[in-house]
């Protein structure tokens, strides 16, 4: 049975190891405004209180591929094609039926991608399937940090992988902590979403700050620099097209932007967040072919579009 998976591991359910780290982060503010990561940590950083009946964890890596370019008009590369969310999902559900047929019909499984309060990349570490580089990212040795975690919990007892080193192999490299365009790594091991483009351009809703913007440089939705510069994804063999025409993007109405999106990561931000995002992108690129469709938007519905067309106009002509 092939799931597509390049790594699986089993952890146990006490305490997660950074803890403490993640209970300062938190009490630092550097949660930025995603109140549900604030919001009763204490099960947040101990699986056995989310999960009462599980007796251990199946942490899966799934790969997906390195970006094929962070110097033109981007996205993330984990959001080409299908939103992981259901994709992870469906494959950790066939896990589930596998071990049932392996083990007992009546096994109880829950499955875990992304959305629960659950610290994957501290499982995955003590499952054995990598280790938390300074970037925060979870980088599998010799394959790099390309890949998106999933969590089955299980009530089966299992003999837990013996966990990856804590911290990890980064030595004296700071590259990904240097490359930063928005300098969103305080310190080593240390992010602060309210700088981090990925969060800027994904989870927050409303303006993006004006004094970040042009730091946001060409990137659409999420960022990868700071794992394009890592050493350890020099090898990485798995390429995806992350190019993005954000000039197609401001002729969206929300109905052309549901029919286009829905069902892939996108849907997420809305016609009003990646509209945005594009605005901001042209506006850094100075693409004097954007000003028509700009300034079309200064009469869209929604404020921040209009808001952030300006800005991107202003930029432009500057």
């Known amino acids: 049975m092939s799931l597509g998976f390049a790594r699986a591991g089993f952890a146990p359910l006490d305490e997660a190891e950074h ?3 993640f209970r300062r982060w938190l009490a630092n503010g550097h949660y930025a405004d995603m109140a549900w990561m604030a919001h009763d940590p204490e099960t947040r950083v101990n699986p056995s209180a989310y999960v009462p009946l599980a007796r251990t964890a199946v942490v899966t890596a799934w790969p997906y591929g390195a970006p094929s370019t962070v110097d033109s008009p981007s996205v993330a590369a984990y959001a080409v094609g299908l939103d992981y969310h259901d994709v992870l999902r469906e ?3 066939d896990l589930l039926a596998f071990v049932r047929r392996i083990s007992s019909p009546n096994t109880r499984g829950w499955v875990c991608v992304d959305t629960s309060p659950v610290l994957e990349r501290d499982l995955a570490m003590r499952a054995g399937i990598g280790w938390i580089g300074k970037n925060t990212c979870l980088i599998v040795p010799g394959a790099g940090s390309w890949f998106l975690l999933g969590v089955l919990f299980l009530d089966l007892e299992q003999e837990p992988d013996s966990p990856s080193p804590s ?4 030595g004296t490299c700071t590259r990904c902590l240097d490359a ?3 300098r969103a790594f305080p310190v080593p091991y240390v992010l602060d979403a309210r700088k981090c483009i990925s969060y800027l351009t994904i989870e927050n809703k409303g303006e993006i700050p004006e004094e970040l913007r042009t730091d946001l440089g060409l990137n659409v939705f999420g960022c990868d620099v700071c794992q394009a510069v890592c050493p350890h994804n020099t090898k990485v063999s798995i390429r995806v097209d992350n190019s993005i025409d954000p000039l197609e993007l401001l002729e969206m109405d929300e109905a052309t932007f549901r029919r286009r999106f829905r069902g892939t990561p996108f849907f997420r931000t809305k016609r009003r967040g990646m509209i945005r ?4 992108a042209l506006g850094n690129s100075g693409n004097p072919e954007a000003v028509p469709a700009l300034k079309r938007l200064l009469s869209d519905h929604d404020p921040i579009i209009r808001e952030h067309a300006q800005w991107a106009l202003e930029r432009i002509d500057r």
């Not at 911290?167 to 980064?170: A, D, L, V, W």
């Open 277 to 280: 995002n594009a605005c901001v």
């Open 167 to 170: 911290p990890g192999h980064c």
């Open 180 to 182: 930063c365009p928005t």
């Open 19 to 21: 803890a403490d780290a």
């Open 91 to 93: 494959k950790l559900n």
